[in-house]
Structure formats: structure tokens, C-alpha cells
DNA sequence: TTGACAGGCAACCATTAGGTTGCATATAAG
DNA sequence: CTTATATGCAACCTAATGGTTGCCTGTCAA
């Protein structure tokens, strides 16, 4: 819902990299995801909490263990209303070119 | 080229803001986009830097302006090669078709 | 019940980020 | 030449960020 807590969260290379190894990997726990990380577990855990803030991350309960899932909506979101924007222009310029191209005006996507 | 500084780059609402600002109307000058900044001129200049930094805004003098233009590659470049991989399926067949189009000579990236 | 394990909470620390002010430099205009 | 304008540079300040450590709570298993 927040484009900018999502751009904040997105801003840190540790976060990412834990996004990637969700989607990897759906479902892990804390702990899972400590691992190789080069920092403890509390500030894995600072990360993780800032991911699931802006709604990057579902949490789920098991237990005493805590499971993470990766939710690509709000990053879906974001390249959609924010994103495509400037990427239409250029789109656009493709498409005019596809048309030269093939000398056919049927450019339709 | 640098996805880290992209990120970071984009994390900022001010420079969100100015990037918007350029898109509107490309090839402003810094004192154009200090107008209704809410900051100091040196502030918005320092936004403009990490913009420029990050390869997402390119610039060019004339006499003493200097004209701010939009550069919407980097800002394609991660979304095809991060975000996309989130909504995968829906992205699909538009970055094919990018690839294939750019694959035909035509040096926009 | 007693320990081990998963995770949360709070205090603290160093660095960075965003902002300010003041001054310097280069170009345009009178 | 002098002055106004456009921008750059540097020092400085404050708050946020990313990280640490220590301790507490809740759950599972022997």
C-alpha cells in the first residue's frame, strides 16, 4: 500500500538478498535464514521485521518457530504504478521500431 | 549497471519526487527543480548527485545551467532483472518481447 | 520438570543520510 | 568592469540506519 516503505525495504542489499533466498525457498524460519548471512540473528531479524513492515513478508506461526513468506504483491504494486511508467516511453519506442521493422502495422502487445 | 546504488537511489521520496518532476518536463535546470522543493538549493542538489550517481539522471551544460535529463535504463535494467522475477508470469512475455526487439540492432540499451 | 532451542525486546554504538549555512567560482548581462 | 545569476564545495549538525550484546519469554523434547 506504501510506496515508500516497499522502496525503503528494497534499499538494503541484505534485504534483498533475503527476498531472494525466500524465493528460493518459501517458508523459512529465522534461523533458516541466519544462515551464511554474515551478521547475527537479531539483526537478521531487524531486517526481516522491516521486510514484513512493508508487507514484503507474511509471517506465519508453527510452534515456537516463526515461518517466512515472500508476498510479490506490493512489489508487483509499485512497478506497476511507479515503474512503468518510465518504462512506457520506451516501450513505445519499441513498438514504433517493431512496426518499421516489419513494415506492418499490427504492433499490438 | 550498479543495482545496489539504483535501490538506494530510488529510496528517497525527494529524489522520487525529482525524477518525477523530470519525467513532466525533461531538461530542467537545478534551479528549476529547486522550485517548490521545500528544501534548500544545496539539499536539492545533493538528490541530484545521487541521481546522477546512480545513472539515472544524465546531465549537460550550457554555459552555467545545467540541464537535468531523465535516463530510464537503469531503472529497466533492475526491474527486468529483479523485480520481473516477482511477477514472473505476468512480465513474461513483455520482457521477451523487449529482448527480441533489442536483439534486432536497434542500440537502445 | 528440566533443559535446549526459537525468537523477541531493549540498550547501546558507529556510520551514514539528509539537511543547513557560508563562501567560492564561473558565466551572463548591464 | 561590475554585478547578478547558476552552480559547486566544504564544514557542520541531527536523526535515522545497521549493527552489536545481554537478557527475557515461550515452546518442544528427554
Redesign the pocket.
Known amino acids: 500500500m506504501d510506496d515508500d516503505s516497499v522502496f525503503?525495504a528494497l534499499?538494503?542489499a541484505?534485504r534483498r538478498q533475503l527476498l531472494d533466498r525466500l524465493y528460493a525457498h518459501n517458508g523459512q524460519?529465522?534461523?533458516d535464514l541466519c544462515q551464511n548471512m554474515e551478521?547475527?540473528r537479531?539483526?537478521v531479524?531487524?531486517?526481516l521485521a522491516?521486510l514484513e513492515e512493508a508487507n514484503l513478508v507474511a509471517v506465519q506461526w508453527r510452534?515456537?518457530?516463526?515461518l517466512h513468506f515472500i508476498n510479490p504483491v506490493p512489489i508487483n504494486a509499485v512497478a506497476e504504478r511507479w515503474i512503468s511508467k518510465f518504462e512506457a516511453p520506451r516501450l513505445d519506442a519499441l513498438s514504433t521500431l517493431k512496426r518499421t521493422l516489419e513494415g506492418e502495422g499490427n504492433g499490438q502487445q
Open positions: 525503503r534499499a538494503d541484505s524460519t529465522s534461523g551478521m547475527s537479531q539483526a531479524a531487524k531486517h522491516i510452534g515456537r518457530e516463526k
